[in-house]
């Protein structure tokens, strides 16, 4: 699964998630992905998520609208999308990454996985990483 | 407020052998989603333009290189959703096009927010978007990982997709 979440300096936000799915899926099978509060969500009054992971997981504990109501009950970003995801596969299992972006423009990346790929351009600087705790920069 | 676009690859078991690809990747994702902001473009277009990257690189489960249903075949999802009128556009199930994002986006014009399987795949080749068969949307990855699903094999870290 991919994704990208973006804000402009008018504070417009956009959420947007894109997955194959699962390997060996049935035909048939809706994942999280294309699921509003669950694959993703957006609202410029509180802020933007994209998720990935195990997509029934997602789907059952909704990933995304539950870090949005973190982020408008005051918590911030990071710790938001941390409690999204950690909570997540503590209540129904699977492991979730997801990325957020809160109103004030502030990031969040958070993954329960052993791996989550993730990058962002600020300024003159490219920040990245894959593993947890991992921040890599580079400028550009 | 300073524009800012953030993107991920997915999250899963990455071998160390993935790592530099994927690397790679999310960061060409979030090069190409500021040089759109950059250039005066809009972040819908930018957030979009950051998928489409990644779907077209065959590292990720999205676009080419999507994994495969238990029959072999490419099905995608993809949403998209904007902020200020809280407008969505999704699709699911949907087979043979090369940007399932760029269908999403297309169908937040519509009066509806979801649009699945056949239908999905009709209403973007009626819109222009073109018909990509499956022998290009299929690596040899995702069959290796299919055919190691199929043989109960798929504990192997190394042969998992994340995502």
Redo the contacts between chains.
Sequence with gaps: ???????????????????????????????D????GS???????IG?V?A??NGESILRYNVSQRILAYLEAGTGAQEATRLAVEGMTKRVGG???????AK??D?G?A?????????????SK?Y?G?NPNEILEEN? | IEPIIVVHGGAGNYTYADISRCLRGVRAAAIKGHQVVQSGGSILDATVAAVEVMEADPEFNAGKGSVLTVDGKVQMEALVMEGEHMKVGSVTGITNVAHPISVAKLVMDLPHSILGFESATAFAHQNGIPFVPDEELITPASLQALENFKNKKISSAATEIPG
């Design positions: 699964t991919v994704g990208a979440i973006g804000i402009d300096s008018n504070g417009h936000m956009v959420s947007c998630t894109s997955t194959g799915g699962m390997n060996g899926k049935l035909t048939g099978r809706v994942g992905t294309p699921i509003p694959g993703g969500y957006c609202d410029d009054n933007t994209s990935t992971g492991e979730a990454g997801a990325i957020t972006i004030n423009g990031v990346i993954f329960t996985s052993k791996r989550m790929s993730w990058a962002y351009v600020k300024g490219l990245y894959i550009l």
